[in-house]
């Protein structure tokens, strides 16, 4: 073997190597892709719910479900939202996201009337007080012009931020707006 040989020979393992690696490292993607999409949380639809958040925190929740339901169809999903580890009284604001879904279709949550929605938020227009708990809603909704494919699976995520009720968060948040 001469030198000009050798320097062929290297690149040809060096990119075989590449090449090896490459597949394996785009194999494990594919896998876990796969398995993301086809995840299931730990609550389905129809189960009682509880979010339990702390002061200046985020806390997700997330359901799984088919798209097989109809248009304006409610289904029955109670989400509470308590405080039992603060000893603070909470701000409280929900926002929520559907993934497995392009067309950027919203579910409408039925909640009551302590709750406004503004913007991308749905707003506790009262303060949570520490130990506290309340209902966020009864039902979701399906958007009348429902996008929702029967033979996929989507996933509900469900957001909700807690600030401590001070006048700065207050201001922050826009709650006097809310507020009666």
């Not at 913007?119 to 303060?127: I, L, P, S, T």
């Not at 996008?147 to 001070?166: C, D, F, G, W």
Request: aromatic share 14%.
């Amino acid at each position: 073997m001469n030198k000009t040989h050798i320097g062929w020979l290297f690149a040809v393992i060096a990119l075989s190597i590449l090449l090896v690696v490459s597949i394996v490292l785009g194999m494990n993607g594919y896998y876990f892709s796969m398995s993301f999409i086809q995840a299931k949380s730990d609550i389905s639809i129809g189960e009682t719910a509880n979010i339990e958040v702390l002061p200046d925190e985020a806390s997700v929740l997330s359901f799984t479900f088919d798209g097989t339901y109809m248009p304006k169809e409610k289904l029955p999903q109670k989400i509470q939202i308590s405080a039992k580890n603060s000893d603070k009284d909470l701000l409280i604001r929900v926002k929520s996201r559907l993934f497995g879904d392009e067309t950027d279709d919203k579910l409408e949550f039925l909640t009551d009337d302590r709750f406004v929605y503004d913007g991308e938020y749905y707003y506790f227009k009262d303060v949570l007080g520490f130990g506290g708990r309340i209902l966020f809603c009864e039902y979701i909704q399906i958007p009348e012009e429902n996008n929702l494919s029967s033979k996929e699976k989507y996933i509900l995520s469900i957001l909700v931020e807690a600030v401590e009720n001070t006048q700065e968060n207050q201001i922050k948040w826009g709650f006097g707006q809310f507020s009666e």
